[in-house]
C-alpha cells in the first residue's frame, strides 16, 4: 500500500502539467460548490438577523374597514387587555405622508408615523433625550413627537438640543418632548432615509392628519416565539367575530415569513449547490481519461511487473490509489481557493460568508469519491492486461 502511494506521487509530481489539468475540473467544482453555498448561507443569515432585528415575535393586523363592519381603536385596546397572558404589547399604526420642516429645513425622506406608547419597545430602541410618547398624548391628541437621531442631528445639531424644539409636518408644528438613542452604528451610512430618520407622534393625531376614521393597521406582540401560533390564532377569532369573513382581514406572523423564507433559502442553497456539482461530474470523465491514457502510456511497465509476480490486485490498487490522489490533492487546492473566495466575495456583497462545514465536508468526499470511482475503470483495465500481451507493446 505505501509503495502504491509513492508510485502515485511520482507519476503525478512526473507530469506536472496534465496532473494539473485534470485536477483543474475538480479544483473549479469544489471552489464553486463552497462558494455558491457559502455565499448563499451568508446571505440567509443576514436575512433571518435583518428580519430578527423587525421583531420575530411581531404579528400585523390589517382590515379592511367598511360602514356595516368595522373596528375602532378601543375594541382593539380592549381585546388586547382581555389577553394581556398572550400579547406583550400593541400599537396601532398609521402612515402619514407628511414634509418635515425646521426654519428654512426640509427633509423630504423622512418616514412619519403615527403609534401608541408602546411601539418603543416594540422596536426595541430606547429614550436618550427627554420622554416618550405618552398614552395621554393619544387621548387628547397632542401636538408632540418622538424623532430619530439623525432628525435631531440635521435640524438642530445635537439630540440633546432638540428637546422641547417645534418640528412642522405639514405646516403644523408639533413640541419635541424626546430623542431616540442613534441605532445607526456605521457613520457612512448616516445619512437621509437611514434607521433614526423618522418622526412619530401620537397615533390620535395622526388619524386626524391623514383623515382616517379608522384605523386599519396594528402591531401586536407575544412573550415569546413559541406563543404566536396562538396569538395568532386568537387575533383572527377576534376579527373573524367583527367582520364575519376572513376576506376582509389579514393577520401576518413574522416567525412564519421567517420560516417560508428559510425554506426557501434552503431550497436555493441545495440547487445552487447541485448545479455546482456537475462540474465535478464532468471532473470524474477528466480523470478517468487521463488515467486511461496513463494506463495506455505505461502497458509495458504494468507487463514487467506481472511477469515478476505483481498479482491484479496489486496493479490495481495502484492505478486506484493515483486517481483518487489526484482528486484529493484537487479538492484540498479547491478548499483553500473557495474558502478564501466566498469571504471575499461576502465582503464584497456587505456579508458575512465563511466557508461552511457542510459544504466543505460535502464536496471534498465527493471529489475523492470521484477519483476512486472513476479510477476504477481505467485501473481494472491495466489489471486484467495480458502481460505477454502487455510486453509486446510498443
Known amino acids: 500500500m505505501l509503495e502504491s502511494f509513492k508510485m502515485a506521487l511520482r507519476s503525478i509530481w512526473g507530469n506536472k502539467m496534465r496532473s494539473f489539468?485534470?485536477?483543474?475540473?475538480?479544483?473549479?467544482?469544489?471552489?464553486?460548490?463552497?462558494?455558491?453555498?457559502?455565499?448563499v448561507n451568508g446571505y440567509m443569515s443576514y436575512t433571518v438577523d435583518s428580519f430578527s432585528s423587525m421583531g420575530v415575535n411581531q404579528i400585523t393586523v390589517n382590515f379592511m374597514s367598511l360602514p356595516s363592519r368595522t373596528i375602532d381603536v378601543d375594541e382593539f385596546y380592549e381585546f388586547y387587555e382581555e389577553n394581556t397572558d398572550l400579547f406583550a404589547q400593541m400599537t396601532p399604526?398609521?402612515?402619514?405622508?407628511?414634509t418635515v420642516k425646521h426654519g428654512s429645513d426640509t427633509m423630504d425622506r423622512t418616514s412619519v408615523g403615527g403609534y401608541g406608547e408602546e411601539y418603543i419597545d416594540i422596536k426595541g430602541y430606547e429614550v436618550e433625550y427627554g420622554r416618550n410618547l405618552l398614552y395621554s398624548d393619544m387621548v387628547s391628541r397632542q401636538k408632540v413627537a418622538l424623532i430619530g437621531a439623525y432628525v435631531a442631528s440635521e435640524l438642530y445639531g445635537s439630540s440633546e438640543n432638540a428637546v422641547g424644539e417645534e418640528i412642522k409636518l405639514n405646516g403644523e408644528n408639533f413640541t419635541i418632548v424626546g430623542v431616540v438613542e442613534r441605532q445607526t452604528e456605521d457613520l457612512s451610512d448616516f445619512e437621509d432615509g437611514c434607521t433614526d430618520d423618522?418622526?412619530?407622534?401620537?397615533?390620535?393625531r395622526a388619524a386626524k392628519m391623514s383623515r382616517?376614521?379608522?384605523?386599519?393597521?396594528y402591531t401586536f406582540t407575544s412573550y415569546d416565539i413559541d406563543d404566536?401560533?396562538?396569538c395568532t390564532a386568537a387575533l383572527e377569532d377576534f376579527l373573524y367575530e367583527k367582520m364575519k369573513s376572513d376576506d376582509f382581514y389579514t393577520v401576518t406572523a413574522m416567525s412564519s415569513l421567517m420560516d417560508s423564507l428559510n425554506e426557501?433559502?434552503?431550497?436555493?442553497s441545495v440547487m445552487l449547490g447541485g448545479i455546482a456539482g456537475?462540474?465535478?461530474l464532468v471532473a470524474g470523465v477528466g480523470v478517468m481519461n487521463i488515467m486511461l491514457v496513463s494506463v495506455t502510456e505505461r502497458t509495458r511497465e504494468i507487463g514487467i511487473r506481472k511477469a515478476l509476480g505483481a498479482k491484479k490486485r496489486v496493479i490495481m490498487e495502484q492505478f486506484v490509489i493515483e486517481a483518487a490522489m489526484t482528486s484529493t490533492i484537487g479538492g484540498l487546492i479547491g478548499i483553500v481557493i473557495g474558502g478564501m473566495a466566498s469571504t471575499g466575495i461576502g465582503k464584497l456583497m456587505g456579508i458575512d460568508?465563511?466557508?461552511?462545514a457542510m459544504a466543505v465536508l460535502v464536496s471534498f468526499s465527493v471529489s475523492v469519491g470521484i477519483g476512486l470511482i472513476f479510477g476504477y475503470m481505467p485501473a481494472s483495465r491495466a489489471a486484467n492486461l495480458n502481460p505477454i500481451d502487455a510486453l509486446r507493446s510498443e
Open 228 to 230: 404566536t401560533d396562538a
Open 264 to 268: 426557501m433559502i434552503g431550497m436555493m
Open 198 to 204: 423618522f418622526v412619530w407622534i401620537p397615533y390620535s
Open 212 to 217: 382616517n376614521a379608522t384605523i386599519s393597521n
Open 93 to 98: 399604526n398609521v402612515s402619514v405622508s407628511a
Open 278 to 280: 456537475i462540474s465535478l
Open 21 to 39: 489539468l485534470t485536477m483543474l475540473g475538480i479544483i473549479i467544482g469544489v471552489a464553486s460548490v463552497i462558494i455558491l453555498v457559502s455565499i
Open 353 to 356: 460568508a465563511p466557508p461552511t
